[in-house]
Each structure stands twice: as structure tokens, then as C-alpha cells.
């Protein structure tokens, strides 16, 4: 019994000192670090939601007080067991509501009228969260409705942002540990590309070295990703000119005259600068984000139509990158959606109900390209992809095949240079018995897909292909 | 007085031989060998048709009995004054009722499920007749209600085609000499493409050794036209390729084996034949026609569907080239459209509305591809194109730039072949402020442009644009 009553005081110590550093874990990451809130019902949709919504920040930096803010949608089917999605939008400085309302979240805006009211919202059947846990977030600070009351703390580049993200990652499963064994993929498109395999690779290292909690981490998915924003810029030309947008005489002549550089072109390069002046002639009027639709503008915030409508030149100045916008778009564009999310998260009801801090953000803006202090201090993502790859993530890289942001081809290339050998050659995916696109799967499980019709953001342009996409590649069946 | 009478006795004699001659050549190309009718109401159309429409049969060739049928729009703005255009569909075989109902005329069919009712007539805001008189014509002979009695008469060639067209057109304005002085276009597209340059030349042959009618023949407008096919043919694996429906690598190995040649290919040659099955497989489900629209197969006539039911072996082998078609197609898809126009035409109402004689053609068929007896003998037409465009003559040849079929970059090609000097550079041409597609303007009055998104078909697909480009050229303003 002795020994018994032994092993049971040391194992009941081992117990209590277990807890104590978990206590402390949790100390750390946690109290007024992190909130959060069910969300029952939301201000535009009828009816109570048919989908389990949680808000909230994490603090990220509590010396600076830097929160990012969050969406979590739980699986609709099985939550336990269904992976767990960290999705990050890009720009950077682009809300991830991008994400959640336009491409692959539950909800989307009714496609009508704006009379005044408040949009309408709708259920997304092509949502990605029917088959898996998805956790939006506002990242970097001062995206969305993220915020640092301190101007040290509002500072961010790609490789800080990428620590950042990591540590809400950890922060956020320890508030909810009932994710701990969900396999776990980061996500994002456009500039994530830059930031989610720094997160990846961060992830990884802390696996390695025994950081809590532990992260059942599988692998990484992109979308149009940035990843070598001089190579992607470059090869824009390419593009166009397969895509019938240049001739090829003058594709030919600024091959010739620029020697394959397009971005840093020397001025005093006559012949070249003329060719690219031609170049800009024919691709200024373009929408780049999907070359076949109408090109719609970028839409401004409600605050700033009011000061420009005022004329007050104090504040004109503070929307200066907006003033030279066009209009209300045209109901048939695309963005239209885009400016009704700007009047939804504005609105007083709706950040109420999403429990949103007040004051932190004055006006929410969907990109907000030019207010962020961010530095890009990564050139390239590639080495990211090779390390992490090779320590067995699986990742799945698509591309919408009409965007001329980050072109398809350019991102074949880059994925070539990994040297991975080919697994799975190039073939056509099908979807209802159409073709949704091409695929091809890489070693260390990399598999690319085009997304056939899809532009910068796919699941926006092609819902149905993507959603199934995801789903074949989430179930690790062949695409 | 004697002088004034003399003077007077013979301009009377002048001019009663004048119309004997005129009477001659009215009777050798009238009589039993032109009909036709005014159509006041078409069955499918609620009320009268809001423009006027024409039907009937020309013989052009009396001997052999070879009838082609036609239908004429009369312009919906100025029918004195407007341009006259000819309009002939590809295939060959395709009736012009594929135009009249799906392209640039002043109808379409209501897009909703069929109900075993007649399909419902709907008016196109974009149609052509809004500015132009069109003269659509279903040649060679055994397309749409062209028809011969003789086994003689059903065989044709692009040049007995073409010859035949020129019998039409002049005979055709005999009877209706009000349209002598409208500026003349002959037009077309697809396979079009390689007969309207050969009228062309025979009407302008004919205007040079004094043929009457004298025909004001102004020039000719083509859209994605067939040129040459083996051309055409071989190029469509670099399209497939610019469009990311097949890998670089794939390209290159097929480039390197099949050093160039992918259509007439070398049976021994291992690695080019390996290779163009990669590229089968990667093609094979697309829809040629449209690289971004579902492939919904081809449709099959009511009759031959209800032969296959039947299970009537002998009367399937009429339908032998029907029968491993798919079934009815989805609503969703655009040949739905193309299965309503089966049971329109095929109606007995709408036979006997439009003057459809009786026991001539007993199953109307959209494009009659194996149904004909048709000799291509011209390899290219480029040699006409440069013939014709030199006696001054001005021609729009525009490419619908999501064609696989004639792909737009071909059609750069071979028009660069003429060597034409380049008077307009490559720009985009706009339509409503976006974009519609490119256009380049060469000496001898050539323009030509591609249509942004656009098919085979391009107003089909993208019906304002094209509008908007056809009244522009017609008008002789820039695109």
C-alpha cells in the first residue's frame, strides 16, 4: 500500500504539476487576451443562422495590444472529426469577410438594389464550411476589423504577421481545445501566398520543438498565391498575350526591346517603355481579376462618398486613395456585392451582433490596401513551399486560369523550379461530368489545379467546381 | 420638229430594246424558278411579326431542279438605304436558320423546358436587321429546305457552291429590283469562311465583264471563318495550350516529335501518336466551340428519336450518324436551344407558314454535316482574300477568341500572310465603356477583330458587342 499510497502521491503530484503548466499556458494565452461570442442570429439574414458562428479577438502582441479579430464557422456536418480551416484573405489589408461572404463562406449578399436598408443575406450551397470547421481571420492588423490602439503595435511585414497568425493559431485552440485532434490546414489566396507557408513553416518548427498546444497540422492550401510578386508582374505580358489581349508582333517587340523585364525597366530604355506603353493600352480597361468580365472599378466606403459629396478637404484627404474611384457600380458588376458589404459591416446593428469592440475600428473597409503599415519582406515564397513540402504537408495550389493577378502559368512555373517529381500527370478534372479544370499531382503531395473559368478569387467565379474540388482533396481522393 | 421626232423615235427604240433585253434576262432567271412570299405572323410569334419577312425558293440550276431556300429580313430602319447583306452559314451543311435564330437575326427561341408545344419566338434587341437588310440563304443544296430532286443536282464542291450562290444572288435581285443600288456585303461564318471569298470573286468577276444585274457590291464580313483547315487544324493545339488546357511540357514533347504536324501524322511515329492521345485526353470533353461552356454533345431530330425508340434497324441506318448522340440536353445548356429549333422547323405549321414546298425536305436538320454530297475541293481561301481585298473591296473578319474550332490566332496568321501593311494598330475596341475585343485595321480595307469571350458563334455569345461592331464597321467608323 505504501507503495501504492507512493506511486499515488507521485503520480497524483505529476498530475497536479501537469495541470499547473497548463494552467499557466492557458494564463498566458489567454483572459481578457482572448473573447469570444456566439452569434445566434444576424442583422440581414431571416431567421435564426443554420450554422454554429462564433466572433472574437485574440491578442497577438498584449504589450502593443494588437487583436485579431475572428469568424469561426463549425462544420455543418461533422465537427469533431472535419478538419479545421484557418483561412486568411490577402492584399495585403483585405477583410477575410471577402472569404466568408464572396467565395467559400456560409453566407453571401442577395444580388439586388441597394435601397437604403440593410443588405440581405443568403445561404451559400456551395459552402465550404459544409464539410469543415473554417476559421476566418482578420490579419494583419488593421485588416478587417483587427486593431492595435498603439503605433508601434500597427506595424507588420510578412514574416511578423506570419508569427502573429501563428500565435492566434495557438491561442485560439487552447480556448478551444475540443479542436485539438482535427486535422488542421492553413488557407488563404492572393497575397496569403506570401504568409500562409511562413505559418506553415512556423507551425512546423514549433511541432518540432514541443511548443503547446500540440497542432495536428496536415498541409496547406492557395489560391491564386502570391509568391514572387516580380516573377508573377513579369509574366502578366505572357499572359496577355495567350489570352489574345497583345499581338503577337508587339509581345515580339518587347521581348526583344525589354529583354524579358517588364517591372524594373531602365528609362532611358526608349524602344522599351513605348512597347509598354502599347502593352498598357490594351490591358488598362481590363478587369485583371477575371479578364472576361466587365471592368467595374474599385468601390469606396460610405464614409468617404460622404466627405467627397461634403467637399470637406480635411478629410478628403484622409480618403485620398479613394476619391479618384469610380461611382456606384453598375448593378450587373461583380462588385456591386462588394459595396453592400461595405454598408452591412458598417452598420451599427451588425457590429453589434458580431461584437464588435466599439471605437477600435471607425470604418471597415474591404482592402484596406494603402492604411496598413506593412512591410513585405519576403521576395519569395518558394523556399517556404520547398521546406515545408518536404517535411510532408500535403498542399493543394489552384488557380482560377482567367486571372491575370497572379497568371496560372506563372504559378506552374514556380512549382516546377521545386523539382518535385510528377506523380500524377496532367489530365482534366470533372465536376457534374464537365470539366472544372486541369490538375496534377506533385511528390511530397503537392497537387496544382486550374480552376477552368475561374478568375483571382476562383470559389467566387466557379462555386460548384471549387466546392468539390476542396472536398476530393480534403478526403485525399484524386481531384 | 423632224429632228425632235427622229430623236425621238429612236431613244423610244433604244429603250423598248433596252427592255427587251431586260426582259430576257428577267425570264431566264424568273418564271417557276423563283418563288416567294411575305410572311405576316410565324407560329411561335404572339401577333404579327414586327418587321418584314420574306421566304422562298431560287433555282439555280434548272436543269438538275436544285432549289435553295431563303429567308430575307427587310432593315427594321432604312430598307431604301441600308446595306444589303447575304448572309451563308458553315458546316458545310448548317442552315441559316442557325443565324436567323441564334446569331444576328431578329428572333431566338424562349429559352424554357419543352412542353411537346411549339417552341416560343422571343425578339432579339441586338439583331442586325435593326440596320441592315439580311438575305440569309441555306446553301449549298441539301442544307436547312435547300433541296434538288436529282441525284445530279445534290452534289456540290465549295466552288459549284459558290458558283451556285452567285446564280442566286443575281437572280434573287432580278426580282427585286428596288435593292440594285443598297451597298451589297456578302457575310457569313465558319465554314462560310472558305466559300464567301469564291462569291466574292465571281461577283466581282461578274460586275467586270458587264454580268447584270449590276450588282453594288461593296465587300464582305466574316466571322471565325475556316481558311484553311489544315492550318486551322494544326493550330489548335498551340490554343489549347495558350488557354491552359494543356501542360507546357506536353506541348514541347509534342512539338519536338511530331516536329510540327498534328493532324496528318505519321502512323510509325510512336512518341508524337503517345503524345496527341495525352492531348485527346486532355480535349476530348471540352466544348469546341466555346472552351468555357458545358459540352453538351449535339442534338438529335425528333424523327430519328423516335426511330431509335422504335428500334426500326432499318430505318436507323438513315440515322446512323445520329444515333451515338446524346439525349435531349440539359436545359442549362446552349444547344437546348438548338433541340427547340428540331421541333420548329419540323413543324407543319411553321412549314406552312414560311412556304416550305411540300415532300421537298422531309426532316429539317440544324447542320446536315454527313447528309450532303460535298466536295471540298479549295484548300485555302487566302488566295481569294487577297485577290478580292485588292480590287478594293473591304472585309471585317472577326474571331469570337474562346473558339478552339478556328482558333483567333490562326486567323492572325494567315491574315498576316498577305502581307498587308498595318494601317490602325492593335488596340481594343469598346462596347457600353468595357472592352469588347481587339482590332487592327490593313491596307486594303481589311479590319480585324476579336470578340472578348466570345465563340464560334461570336454573336451568339456576346450579342451587343457584336451589334455594336457590325453597325460601326457598316457605318465606315472605327471599331
Known amino acids: 500500500m505504501a507503495g501504492s ?11 497536479l504539476v501537469f495541470l499547473y503548466v497548463h494552467l499557466l499556458l492557458f494564463l498566458r494565452f489567454s483572459g481578457v487576451a482572448v473573447s469570444q461570442s456566439i452569434i445566434q442570429s444576424l442583422p440581414g439574414f431571416v431567421g435564426a443562422l443554420p450554422f454554429e458562428l462564433e ?28 478538419p479545421l480551416i484557418v483561412w486568411f484573405t490577402g492584399g495585403p489589408g483585405c477583410s477575410v469577410l471577402t472569404a466568408l461572404m464572396f467565395e467559400n463562406g456560409p453566407l453571401y449578399f442577395k444580388h439586388a438594389k441597394y435601397n437604403g436598408s440593410l443588405p440581405t443575406l443568403m445561404l451559400n450551397p456551395n459552402s465550404w464550411t459544409k464539410i469543415s470547421n473554417i476559421l476566418y481571420v482578420d490579419a494583419p492588423v488593421g485588416t478587417g476589423f483587427s486593431y492595435s490602439r498603439s503605433l508601434e503595435g500597427s506595424f507588420t511585414s510578412d514574416t511578423k504577421s506570419a508569427k502573429q497568425s501563428y500565435i492566434f493559431i495557438r491561442k485560439w485552440l487552447m480556448h478551444h481545445p475540443e479542436f485539438f485532434s482535427n486535422p488542421l490546414y492553413i488557407c488563404g489566396d492572393s497575397y496569403a501566398g506570401m504568409v500562409v ?3 506553415v513553416q512556423d507551425i512546423s518548427d514549433g511541432i518540432e520543438i514541443g511548443h503547446k498546444p500540440s497542432i495536428n497540422l ?13 516573377a508573377e508582374l513579369n509574366s502578366q505580358i505572357h499572359f496577355f498575350h495567350h489570352m489574345g489581349i497583345l499581338s503577337d508582333e508587339l509581345l515580339e517587340s518587347a521581348k526583344k526591346h525589354c529583354k524579358g523585364e517588364y517591372v524594373k525597366v531602365d528609362p532611358s530604355n526608349v524602344q522599351c517603355i513605348k512597347d509598354l506603353q502599347a502593352v498598357s493600352q490594351c490591358t488598362a480597361k481590363l478587369n485583371p481579376s477575371h479578364i472576361l468580365e466587365p471592368s467595374c472599378g474599385q468601390v469606396w466606403t460610405p464614409k468617404c462618398k460622404k466627405i467627397i459629396r461634403d467637399r470637406n478637404l480635411l478629410e478628403k484627404n484622409l480618403c485620398s486613395n479613394l476619391i479618384s474611384l469610380p461611382p456606384i457600380p453598375l448593378l450587373k458588376c461583380r462588385n456591386y456585392g462588394h459595396m453592400l458589404s461595405y454598408y452591412w459591416a458598417n452598420n451599427d446593428g451588425v457590429r453589434k451582433a458580431l461584437n464588435v469592440r466599439k471605437g477600435t475600428v471607425q470604418e471597415w473597409t474591404r482592402c484596406n490596401l494603402d492604411g496598413i503599415n506593412y512591410l513585405k519582406n519576403v521576395k519569395t515564397s518558394t523556399g517556404y513551399h520547398l521546406s515545408i513540402s518536404k517535411r510532408h504537408y500535403r498542399s493543394l495550389i489552384y488557380s482560377g486560369d482567367h486571372d491575370a493577378n497572379v497568371p496560372f502559368f506563372n504559378t506552374q512555373t514556380w512549382i516546377r523550379s521545386l523539382n518535385y517529381s510528377i506523380i500524377d500527370e496532367w489530365r ?18 503537392m497537387t496544382f489545379a486550374t480552376v477552368k473559368g475561374g478568375g483571382h478569387t476562383a470559389p467566387e467565379y466557379r462555386p460548384n467546381e471549387c466546392f468539390n474540388m476542396f472536398k476530393r482533396w480534403l478526403s485525399y481522393e484524386p481531384l
Open 55 to 82: 466572433t472574437g479577438y485574440v491578442s497577438v502582441d498584449d504589450s502593443n495590444d494588437v487583436q485579431l479579430f475572428y469568424y469561426f464557422v463549425k462544420s455543418e456536418n461533422n465537427p469533431t472529426e472535419d
Open 197 to 199: 507557408p511562413i505559418i
Open 218 to 230: 496536415k498541409g496547406y492550401l492557395l489560391g491564386n498565391p502570391a509568391t514572387d510578386r516580380h
Open 428 to 445: 482534366p478534372w470533372f465536376v457534374d461530368g464537365q470539366i472544372g479544370g486541369y490538375t496534377r499531382t506533385y511528390a511530397n503531395q
Open 5 to 15: 499510497n507512493h506511486f499515488f502521491t507521485s503520480t497524483t503530484m505529476l498530475y
